[in-house]
């Protein structure tokens, strides 16, 4: 097991870990303000109090939570959508097969955050929950995934075993199954954590504005909060920097950890990269 | 000689036409189905802005603020005079024509400002903003990917490329948030907000654009810092498989200079993927420079979106989804007419 792959998963274990054990390692409740405001970190409140009153530390374990399940769920969808859309683009010759070609290569151009912003924005407040966030990000999300999927199995169908599965008269789920699939395994992992990021990115950015569902407790919405009562400017860095570290260690983590797959599982790789 | 040889007129459309008639029909598709999407995802919710408005009010404010309105009549008003209550198709007409036209109808939550008013306030910050941030990001990347990639294998290649590695992942606002603390209150080299000074009024002066530029330096940084990496280690595996090719042997055989050798053969080639590059992530980079622009309440769209977004204005929201769009369509249609100049395989 190289470094790459043992850091990366270790960053991404923990905070996996500590999303998964919130209830337990959250030492406060989080849904009201209880405690004074504005304090720094002490020993009682290990990441300090926000202006609302609520302990940080309990608030961003929540938060982890929060946001890892809207990232796993938009995840999973997208990558599910993505590999059927993607084998049918690449794969099949015919009328569907190019229109979702041509649905691809739109997606892909038009900038889809503000897309999300209107579709989120003009959706009534109260309607949006964890799994209405996770679906219209893996709605603009999927793209992604199939075009990944679509490349790679352009590259696979070219290949010997195709042709004699096709000779052999194998029906098309066959081969996707049989044939392609177990050689595309390792890539639909890597895009399944890409998508995970990426979706979880989008949510963030979402909550940031404004758009997340109303009671809940993602980091992003941490992040509102810290906007909205102007946390930066009145320097209260124990509210704003722990979410925001947490993001960038979970999205390091996940990088590291692809890389590390890459060299476990494709290590032609390395020579060319010259690392 | 040769103006003697006269080359029989080919009935055939030049392949550099044909390029650019595909280039332009995908432009107007994609357009087409960005503002179809528009078009539909408010009215799959049967949204009226007037009635969101008023739930709104009443939400916040309680049963008083909306007394004595009756609302059903208000609503049927409305609908009657937004053109609601006729048939789709009527509306999608009128619609594609509107959006022909650049009017996107009156804002409701600053009435009666229309909407392209508002557009064109904001417009042209968060344009300037962006195109600065991305020429200098990618002729950076560009350049880095080039030096770095002549210095493979060695301890700064591998230092600069997992710093850049990492710094890529980063969210555009995230690093705006911690550029914000560091640079703006630990350090307060940079204001943490704004897109000018208090008093400076918007003109050709001096005095406007350093105050333009001293509050965008912390935007742009966040933007810069993380695309920059992205860029550099596309040119640098670019670079690296040019330098094994054949043709870059005989060329240090036949004693060439480097400096031409980087001219001739290795921008020539390595540049072209590189533009597709840009061309494929301007959508990425917009919608995050969106939210930078938030961050900093910057004058740019990003602020415009945010405020739609908290007065529940659908109207704008919708605009500068379809302003965003077609600056990045558009953005993509230089790119590819560029591509026709400089690659010569596309002209046959």
């Given amino acids: ?275 | 000689m040769l103006f003697l040889i006269r080359k029989k007129i080919d009935v055939n459309i030049s392949p550099i036409c044909q390029y650019l008639v595909k280039k332009l029909v995908v432009f107007c598709v994609t357009l087409w189905f960005a503002v179809t999407i528009n078009f539909v995802i408010p009215r799959l919710y049967r949204v009226n802005p007037i009635e969101q408005q008023l739930r709104a009010l009443e939400m916040t404010y309680g049963y008083q603020a909306i007394e004595g309105i009756d609302i059903k009549k208000v609503v049927a008003e409305t609908r009657a005079r937004l053109g609601l209550d006729q048939d789709m198709f009527t509306q999608y007409v009128s619609y594609l024509i509107q959006m022909f036209k650049f009017d996107f109808g009156i804002s409701y939550g600053a009435f009666p400002t229309p909407v392209v008013e508002l557009i064109s306030y904001y417009l042209p910050y968060s344009l300037g903003l962006l195109f600065t941030t991305l020429i200098i990001s990618w002729s950076l990347g560009v350049l880095l990917g080039v030096f770095i990639a002549f210095k493979r294998g060695s301890k700064i290649d591998s230092t600069l490329t997992s710093a850049m590695l990492f710094l890529n992942r980063i969210p555009f606002y995230i690093l705006a948030l911690i550029l914000i603390y560091l640079l703006g209150y630990v350090f307060s080299i940079f204001p943490m907000s704004g897109t000018y000074g208090y008093h400076v009024v918007p003109g050709f002066n001096l005095t406007f654009i350093s105050s333009l530029i001293y509050h965008s330096t912390l935007p742009a940084l966040s933007i810069l810092l993380v695309s920059l990496g992205g860029w550099m280690i596309m040119m640098r595996s670019t670079v690296v498989n040019i330098l094994e090719e054949d043709y870059l042997t005989m060329a240090k055989a036949k004693g060439l200079r480097k400096t031409t050798i980087i001219k001739r053969y290795i921008f020539r080639n390595a540049l072209l993927p590189q533009v597709t590059g840009l061309a494929m992530s301007l959508g990425h980079i917009l919608g995050g420079s969106l939210i930078v622009e938030t961050v900093f309440a910057y004058r740019g769209l990003g602020t415009l979106l945010a405020w739609a977004v908290g007065s529940g204005d659908t109207f704008v929201m919708q605009a500068t989804f379809f302003m965003s769009t077609f600056a990045v369509l558009t953005a993509n249609l230089i790119v590819d007419l560029t591509y026709a100049l400089i690659d010569p395989r596309i002209r046959g």
Avoid: C
Wanted: charged letters at 15%; aromatic letters at 10%; proline letters at 5%.
């Fill in chain 1, 1 to 275: 097991m190289n470094l790459r792959l043992a850091v990366g998963f270790l960053l991404v274990i923990s905070i996996v870990f500590l999303g998964v054990f919130a209830p337990w390692i959250a030492l406060y409740p989080t849904d009201m303000g209880l405690f004074p405001r504005d304090q720094k970190p002490s020993l009682s409140h290990l990441l300090g109090t926000d202006s609302i009153g609520r302990d940080i530390f309990s608030m961003l374990v929540h938060g982890i939570t929060a946001t890892l399940m809207v990232g796993a769920m938009a995840g999973s969808l997208s990558t599910m959508v993505g590999v059927v859309t993607g084998f049918v683009a690449a794969y099949k010759g015919g009328l569907v097969a190019e229109l979702l070609r041509r649905l691809i290569d739109i997606f892909l151009v038009i900038p889809v955050l503000p897309l999300l912003i209107v579709l989120s924005g003009t959706l009534a407040r109260q309607n949006v929950t964890y799994f209405t966030l996770a679906l219209i990000i893996a709605i603009f999300g999927w793209p992604g995934a199939a075009r990944n999927i679509q490349s790679l199995v352009l590259s696979l169908k070219k290949r010997e075993f195709v042709d004699l599965a096709k000779l052999s008269n194998e029906r098309d789920p066959e081969i996707l199954f049989k044939e392609i699939m177990p050689n595309m395994l390792s890539y639909i992992g890597a895009t399944f954590g890409m998508q995970v990021g990426a979706a979880m990115v989008t949510e963030t950015a979402l909550s940031l504005m404004g758009l997340g569902p109303s009671n809940a407790n993602t980091m992003g919405i941490m992040l509102y909060w810290t906007r909205q009562f102007a946390a930066i400017t009145r320097g209260m860095w124990w509210w704003f920097l722990p979410p925001a570290l947490v993001l960038i260690i979970f999205f390091i983590g996940l990088q590291l950890l692809n890389m590390g797959l890459d060299e476990v599982f494709n290590p032609r790789l390395k020579r060319v990269t010259g690392e």
